[in-house]
T-cell receptor, first 118, second 112 residues
């Protein structure tokens, strides 16, 4: 089945120790998103890639970076995690409606990576 | 005022009850409306997607959109314990690359 996969599902890191979260997709969607979701809160968009074009949200801290080496993979790098960065990190994908394929550009989410910072 | 407001929870109902979940929004540019279901420690899963005002039904679920009142609802009929989850409303304006704005979510518990 086509899907969005996130690894690892659970990640524990130490304060200040860089961490990388990964996302892969078999949907062949051209848009990929990273969200941060804290307990009992709505997902907060950090940034997204439209094809290879990177789009950063204005309030995303510089501590968060992203890479998309190809269509299928996207990485979230947290350079110096703080205690406030402990959260669920969600990857999502969508297909641009202007592709002409007639699909909706609904976002499909992966299962998330729960990050703990000690 | 937040762009999307969702009724606070949690909500607990007995099995078989009809559940009504609601969101209001302030941005009249929103055109597409979604409901996501999120089980504990999982990613959100798309449940319903609507564009126009009116009702859309899918099995036990009905999504209702009232653009004039800027109000959307999700109704669950004959609720089951397996419906116990957090429900997030989400919406966006048109155009490629437009972003989702989520409600805060409401946690539903269906008691057997």
């Amino acid at each position: 089945d086509a899907m969005v996969i996130q690894n690892p599902r659970y990640q524990v890191t130490q304060f200040g120790k860089p961490v990388t979260l990964s996302c892969s997709q078999t949907l062949n969607h051209n848009v990929m998103y990273w969200y941060q979701q804290k307990s009992s809160q709505a997902p907060k968009l950090l940034f997204h890639y439209y094809d290879k074009d990177f789009n950063n949200e204005a309030d995303t801290p510089d501590n968060f970076q992203s890479r998309r080496p190809n269509t299928s993979f996207c990485f979230l790098d947290i350079r110096s995690p703080g205690l406030g960065d402990a959260a669920m990190y969600l990857c999502a994908t969508s297909r641009d409606r202007t592709s002409g394929r007639g699909d909706t550009d609904t976002q499909y989410f992966g299962p998330g990576t729960r990050l703990t910072v000690l | 005022q937040k762009e999307v407001e969702q009724d606070p929870g949690p909500l607990s109902v007995p099995e078989g009850a009809i559940v009504s979940l609601n969101c209001t929004y302030s941005n009249s540019a929103f055109q597409y409306f979604m409901w996501y279901r999120q089980y504990s420690r999982k990613g959100p899963e798309l449940l319903m997607y609507t564009y126009s005002s009116g009702n859309k039904e899918d099995g036990r679920f009905t999504a209702q959109v009232d653009k004039s009142s800027k109000y959307i609802s999700l109704f669950i009929r004959d609720s089951q314990p397996s419906d116990s989850a957090t429900y997030l409303c989400a919406m966006r304006w048109g155009g490629a690359n437009s972003k989702l704005t989520f409600g805060k979510g409401i946690t539903l518990s269906v008691r057997p």
